[in-house]
């Protein structure tokens, strides 16, 4: 582990005075991915060398706040990579439509916290005991004895913070608490953070909420609870096909529940349908039998055929599993 | 600070051998105060000591994991208290009906976080830079080598944990980060507290939810959001007036938006109005115009006269706020 940290600084920070290094991250781009890649991007300029922020996707309005946004550029209007810096991807198939632009790099550094990373990368830094991308970054910064200043702590906390769901989730380690305090005492700017990631949200993201929540149902006992959100629904709500994925916790959320669902009709009439269980059901098989997949407790898939069909048979799968089989 | 924490520990451990302790927390008690309270109880048992943790008001179901809540004993049921150990109050009125009974006792021990605390006890351990009594409690155990068994770090966690909003509030520091980090070394059991403190919402709330989104009314272009809940509307959800409490908070929530309200008409026709502003508006002098108070960010008043006249007096004194004047 530390030989592969300590090639990856000296790739960054050793050897290669001069180079310009593009940064990427992901489509549809999260906190840590666009986090790692400002902190990053912050401390290669520190250091004196050229780094390029490179988005695949547009930056969502929620992390507009991030210190060094304006520095982002657009894969289409990148030239030619003579370095590529490949931060919180598990595989080229994550960089989408730019990922052959990444690809024709000299060389690729690949930086991930993901177990299915395929180390893809002539340099690779994996760890999947890690939180967050953002908290390899932060470890590369401190091998490489990178100054860490006050903008770089606010993107790497953001990065943790977010996908931790702020020291919610299971990947919530004592190590990652410890680098946040870290980046507190460097001058992360915590309110801002929390202001932007938590506290706001679209009026018409608030609507759909509103108006999911008036479809609630509940089955077995209250053990299994569905939400679903119409193509009429989303539609007349304003809300982005995005703004609808969180909607599945509050499913779950309802005391004595064992699986959440969400039923959500896309704008192609395909239901795709977002599953969370508690403690018992191995959701990740329960969405394999509808040709879908994920983790025990998060999952999905979608399927043809209509709401209604698509509730019925999935009301009766939850039933054989919530009865302790299959 | 370390010498009051010494006496303190040292009235704890030190030369009360043989002595029962009670341990009181506030009325309608919290997170911080429960989790407090139980790690404290474990500690002393676990250091051979006598002790008995004091409910004042009932355990709330959100709090029915924690570990040895089983021990809690109501405050009606105690008879002499000899010491008593006051955790998380900022004055004997935070203890509502027990506050005569703890205040009879021969020693009492003082240990909060909270600034305006008024050093009421024999022994004052009061840190207000603490993002929790949890983390005061875990410094005395520190201070007086009590290890600090599972359950008692899940307790700790728990206090911590619950009084920042899991790290969201602006009382997270990176020494209450810390400590939630050792927390986790000595085996608290994060998934456990997570499921019953942010992920369990009882299905009256859940609903009264959904219907007090519906009412959402913005104002002043945004920058004023409305949310209310009629006595109705929380009677046909079967909601608790506990439940109500949170729903503000959505009302800010909204993108643009600079103070979110909440109109809650209770059971005797009174209207309470929650107030939460997000950088510019002082709701604390908002609140006090109408016989209120609170904190810059978080403040409230209580009116009579109906919804529809304490919403119109309510947003014509919100617009002199935004226009930065009075």
Redesign the interface.
Known sequence: MNNRLEAVAGQLWGESEGKTFHIFGHIQPDGDALGSQLALWHALRVTGHEAIPVLIDPLP?TYQFLPGREAFVPWQTVGAVERAIVLDCTGWDRLGPAADLAQSATVVVNVDHHRSNNNFGHFNYVDQNAAAAGELVFRLLQAAQVPIQPATATCLYTAI?TDTG???Y?N????A??V???L??LGAD??TI??NV??????PS??L??????T?Q?FYG?RLAILTVSKQLRQESGATEQDVEGIV??A?????CEVGALLHEKDDGTVKVSLRS??KVDVSQLAARFGGGGHLRAAGYAVLGGMARAQAELVAEVGKYLDGHP
């Open positions: 309005p913070a702020s020291f919610r299971q919530t380690t004592p190590g608490l410890r946040a305090a870290e507190l005492d915590l309110a929390i202001q938590y506290q706001t949200v679209s009026l608030l609507r909420l509103g108006d999911a929540l008036q609630l509940l209250g916790n509050y779950r959320s309802v005391q004595g508690r403690e």
